[in-house]
């Protein structure tokens, strides 16, 4: 049984870095969809770093390390503008719903090609909105 109070959005996949992820989806959580997008559109702007953890150099301002994981960022605007996309459908108030979002390792697709080829970097994100 599907509940009604909250929206999902998922992306199966995705050919990103899981620990970029990971950050994005601390750094989303909690907020509302809008100021999640327009932070993210910071980021690939530029103007905002990403806070991250472990040995990351320091950025201006009040945090201690981070970078503009800006391919990331782009996957995650769309994934948020589709989750706006689902709250509406399902009536909710878009002004009042916080974002959960969580990312995890998946799968990396075998080896195929001439000389091995190349195996990616996959990531499943699961953003949820209630």
Do not use: Q, W
């Not at 690939?44 to 770093?49: E, I, L, N």
């Not at 472990?54 to 990331?72: A, F, L, N, Q, S």
């Not at 995650?76 to 719903?97: E, Q, V």
Request: hydrophobic share 35%.
């Amino acid at each position: 049984m599907e509940n009604n109070k909250e929206a999902k959005v998922m992306g199966i996949n995705v050919t990103a870095s899981l620990k970029h992820s990971m950050a994005i989806c601390d750094f989303i959580k909690g907020k509302t969809i809008e100021h999640a997008i327009g932070e993210l559109e910071e980021v690939t702007k530029m103007k905002r770093a990403m806070p991250m953890k472990g040995e990351i150099p320091h950025r201006k301002g009040d945090m201690t390390g981070g970078r503009y994981p800006v391919k990331v960022s782009k996957i995650f605007i769309t994934l948020l503008k589709s989750l706006r996309a689902n709250a509406n459908n399902k009536g909710l108030d878009i002004k009042n719903i916080k974002l959960f979002a969580k990312a995890d390792k998946a799968s990396r697709p075998r080896k195929s090609g001439k000389y091995g080829g190349r195996r990616f970097k996959r990531v499943h994100i699961l953003i949820t909105a209630k």
